[in-house]
């Protein structure tokens, strides 16, 4: 199972069921029976500090939500890094995070890691992104690939490639490369499942900060990038998009999986433990009420209302 009938199925399926298997919810339920005083409807003051780390496509929704969140509960302290989808799960493993942004599901290796540190969790689906794949504004030869030129153009050759070598009318220039870091959940959906698993480009500058691959291909005519779809909005100005199969990504072909491949959901990974405070229930409870408005607001998709209210009644809120 691949592309968007994967993706569907793990935003029916895998995120309203919250993914039980992947953690164990025991915790994050008793704390939602214990806590439920301290949702955001209530009046009550909290203090606390809570840590997050971890995808930058992700990013733009949790910040704005921290900011939001800050203007109610002004005694608890939210910091949320931007490490990567991976490098958040590495400080979430290491007991360093109480939440983790992720533009991927969890992986394997990372959920036995987990489960040998004795740290339960949940899964929550907050938004639905298309990567987007951008070109310079002056680049006058590319408006719309298959997905086969997609892969032909990413895919290591083990040479320099030319725009040429794709199709013999593209200019005879080295192509190139701006691609998400190594620790990129982007990263690693793009690879799976655009390059099925085989080396993306070694010549590619990678950044896990999506502002250096937007300023790399806004300045070099013979650049191709890739990204989430909210930095591609913030920046259609200096940036061209490429359709995919003779699709944009927008709103409506990202929402009704349309826009495949490259359509996908976002997560936030909660730490069950954690949850037992009254501090991050309350704001793990304001960020599920408020997703999906803040993920439209930012340039994202948000999620079918039943994902929404499934995680709602999780956390009994």
Not at 131 to 143: G, L, M, Y
């Given at each position: 199972?691949?592309?968007?009938?994967?993706?569907m199925m793990t935003s029916v399926v895998g995120s309203a069921l919250l993914l039980?298997?992947?953690?164990?919810?025991?915790?994050?339920?008793?704390?939602?029976?214990?806590?439920?005083?301290?949702?955001?409807?209530?009046?009550?003051?909290?203090?606390?500090?809570?840590?997050?780390?971890?995808?930058?496509?992700?990013?733009?929704?949790?910040?704005?939500?921290?900011?939001?969140?800050?203007?109610?509960?002004?005694?608890?302290?939210?910091?949320?890094?931007?490490?990567?989808?991976?490098?958040?799960?590495?400080?979430?493993?290491?007991?360093?995070?109480?939440?983790?942004?992720?533009?991927?599901p969890v992986k394997e290796e990372e959920a036995e890691k987990l489960k040998e540190?004795?740290?339960?969790?949940?899964?929550?689906?907050?938004?639905?992104?298309?990567?987007?794949?951008?070109?310079?504004?002056?680049?006058?030869?590319?408006?719309?690939?298959?997905?086969?030129?997609?892969?032909?153009?990413?895919?290591?050759?083990?040479?320099?490639?030319?725009?040429?070598?794709?199709?013999?009318?593209?200019?005879?220039?080295?192509?190139?490369?701006?691609?998400?870091?190594?620790?990129?959940?982007?990263?690693?959906?793009?690879?799976?499942?655009?390059?099925?698993?085989?080396?993306?480009?070694?010549?590619?500058?990678?950044?896990?900060?999506?502002?250096?691959?937007?300023?790399?291909?806004?300045?070099?005519?013979?650049?191709?990038?890739?990204?989430?779809?909210?930095?591609?909005?913030?920046?259609?100005?200096?940036?061209?998009?490429?359709?995919?199969?003779?699709?944009?990504?927008?709103?409506?072909?990202?929402?009704?999986?349309?826009?495949?491949?490259?359509?996908?959901?976002?997560?936030?990974?909660?730490?069950?433990?954690?949850?037992?405070?009254?501090?991050?229930?309350?704001?793990?409870?304001?960020?599920?009420?408020?997703?999906?408005?803040?993920?439209?607001?930012?340039?994202?998709?948000?999620?079918p209302d039943d994902v929404y209210k499934k995680i709602k009644q999780h956390l009994?809120?």
């Amino acid at each position: 199972m691949k592309k968007w009938q994967y993706v569907m199925m793990t935003s029916v399926v895998g995120s309203a069921l919250l993914l039980g298997a992947c953690g164990n919810d025991n915790a994050a339920k008793d704390s939602s029976s214990s806590s439920s005083s301290s949702s955001t409807s209530s009046s009550e003051k909290l203090e606390g500090k809570i840590a997050g780390d971890g995808s930058s496509t992700v990013s733009p929704i949790m910040e704005g939500i921290v900011e939001e969140y800050a203007a109610t509960q002004p005694n608890v302290q939210v910091s949320v890094g931007v490490s990567g989808t991976g490098g958040g799960f590495e400080k979430f493993i290491n007991g360093e995070t109480d939440f983790s942004n992720a533009s991927r599901p969890v992986k394997e290796e990372e959920a036995e890691k987990l489960k040998e540190k004795g740290i339960d969790y949940t899964q929550f689906e907050i938004a639905y992104d298309g990567i987007s794949i951008v070109v310079n504004k002056n680049n006058d030869w590319i408006e719309d690939i298959t997905t086969k030129q997609l892969e032909e153009i990413w895919l290591d050759n083990g040479k320099k490639k030319k725009w040429s070598d794709i199709n013999k009318d593209w200019p005879n220039e080295e192509i190139k490369f701006y691609s998400p870091g190594t620790d990129s959940g982007t990263y690693d959906y793009f690879v799976n499942d655009v390059l099925e698993e085989k080396q993306l480009d070694k010549s590619a500058t990678l950044s896990e900060d999506d502002n250096v691959l937007v300023k790399g291909v806004e300045a070099d005519k013979n650049a191709i990038g890739f990204f989430g779809f909210a930095y591609y909005l913030a920046n259609k100005d200096k940036l061209k998009i490429v359709k995919i199969n003779g699709v944009e990504p927008t709103h409506d072909t990202i929402q009704s999986g349309e826009y495949t491949p490259l359509s996908r959901p976002l997560f936030v990974y909660a730490k069950n433990k954690s949850l037992e405070e009254p501090a991050m229930y309350d704001f793990m409870s304001y960020t599920l009420k408020h997703a999906g408005e803040m993920a439209e607001s930012v340039g994202y998709v948000k999620s079918p209302d039943d994902v929404y209210k499934k995680i709602k009644q999780h956390l009994k809120i």
